[in-house]
T-cell receptor
Framework: DSGVTQTPKHLITATGQRVTLRCSPRSGDLSVYWYQQSLDQGLQFLIQYYNGEERAKGNILERFSAQQFPDLHSELNLSSLELGDSALYFC?????????????FGPGTRLTVT | GENVEQHPSTLSVQEGDSAVIKCTYSDSASNYFPWYKQELGKGPQLIIDIRSNVGEKKDQRIAVTLNKTAKHFSLHITETQPEDSAVYFCAAFMEYGNKLVFGAGTILRVKS
């Protein structure tokens, strides 16, 4: 158990809908990272927040957004969902802002768009 | 550009044998290289990492080597056990973008 929690574990929704994924980092960690894992694209970095501020951005679509709250939990919002958004979404946390610190992953949320 | 290539894509070994997975990266400024193990239905688990000021690092049956000149690094698992069966991912930290870029993964099967 990494200490990173994610909810929900599974999510099934229809095209065009909007969903919110939630992540709580390990105790003491200030950075949260979001990743998408799909069979064709592998594990792709989406976005990082550090202590409430956006720190780095990867291959995140404009339909997706994230935020980190004062209690350091983070939410990833996915809107206007398409079939191709079906994937595993992981969050990871680390103690500091640099991406070269150890990142610990949560168990993931499996999103299925029908 | 940013790219991490990982080989092989699948690897089958007999229990007790060694397994080696290799990765190459493109960004010569990369200085941090973690390895993750992902079991079915779980998130990636950090198993070992290495920084560019070190050539080799060991942790029990797992070791990682880094050749900065050639821009490649490898994971070595000795005395493999059935519970080592999983997907293994290498990654390299890219300073431009402040992010980890992952390899495509290696499915390791340890046959007993």
């Amino acid at each position: 158990d990494s200490g990173v929690t994610q909810t929900p574990k599974h999510l099934i929704t229809a095209t065009g809908q909007r969903v919110t994924l939630r992540c709580s980092p390990r105790s003491g960690d200030l950075s949260v990272y979001w990743y998408q894992q799909s069979l064709d694209q592998g594990l792709q970095f989406l976005i990082q927040y550090y202590n409430g501020e956006e720190r780095a951005k990867g291959n995140i679509l404009e339909r997706f957004s994230a935020q980190q709250f004062p209690d350091l939990h983070s939410e990833l919002n996915l809107s206007s969902l398409e079939l191709g958004d079906s994937a595993l979404y992981f969050c990871a946390s680390s103690v500091d802002s640099g991406g070269d610190y150890e990142q610990y992953f949560g168990p993931g949320t499996r999103l299925t768009v029908t | 550009g940013e790219n991490v290539e990982q080989h092989p894509s699948t690897l089958s070994v007999q229990e007790g044998d060694s397994a080696v997975i290799k990765c190459t990266y493109s960004d010569s400024a990369s200085n941090y290289f973690p390895w993750y193990k992902q079991e079915l239905g779980k998130g990636p688990q950090l198993i070992i990492d290495i920084r560019s000021n070190v050539g080799e690092k060991k942790d029990q049956r797992i070791a990682v080597t880094l050749n900065k000149t050639a821009k490649h690094f490898s994971l070595h698992i000795t005395e493999t056990q059935p519970e080592d069966s999983a997907v293994y991912f290498c990654a390299a930290f890219m300073e431009y973008g402040n992010k980890l870029v992952f390899g495509a993964g290696t499915i390791l099967r340890v046959k007993s």
